[in-house]
């Protein structure tokens, strides 16, 4: 049995740099910064490909120093350098779920609407559970 699953909780370390393609798939590329127990570390930086829907997602909602969590597989790209001809290779997360979870006042500054909750009025009189 092989598994392959890569789960984090970060900081997005840029915008995402997306790409459209002719056929309408889409593709988002970022960093993601994620800490460590000690705060005193370093944080370990992660490359994220993200594709289709959740790269849309990404596009529209994703600033950099945006909170977000990530479900995905890790794979390494591998490529030669035109420049020396020599063998390259870079980590990567591809990105299966992606999941907002800034705070509302983070939200409210970077103009987030979350389109898949509805907004209901609250009721002070109810106990919300």
């Known amino acids: 049995m092989a ?11 840029r915008d995402p740099e997306v ?3 002719e056929s309408g798939t889409v593709v ?3 960093t993601m910064a994620v800490n460590r127990r ?16 959740q790269a849309q997602v ?15 597989s890790f794979k390494l790209d591998s ?8 063998d390259r290779n870079k980590p ?6 992606l999941e907002l979870l800034g705070s509302k006042r983070d939200s409210e500054n970077s103009n987030f609407q979350n389109n898949n909750f509805s907004q209901q009025p609250s ?3 109810e106990i919300p559970f």
């Open 3 to 13: 598994i392959n699953s890569v789960t984090l909780v970060g900081r997005a370390g």
């Open 19 to 21: 790409r459209y393609f």
């Open 28 to 30: 988002a590329n970022l």
């Open 38 to 53: 000690n705060r005193n570390d370093e944080p370990d930086w992660f490359n994220l490909e993200i594709w289709g829907k």
């Open 58 to 72: 990404a596009a529209d909602y994703v600033k950099k120093g945006s909170l977000i969590g990530i479900t995905g």
């Open 79 to 86: 490529w030669k350098d035109r420049n020396t001809g020599e």
């Open 92 to 97: 990567v997360v591809r990105v299966d779920r």
């Open 123 to 125: 009721n002070n009189d």
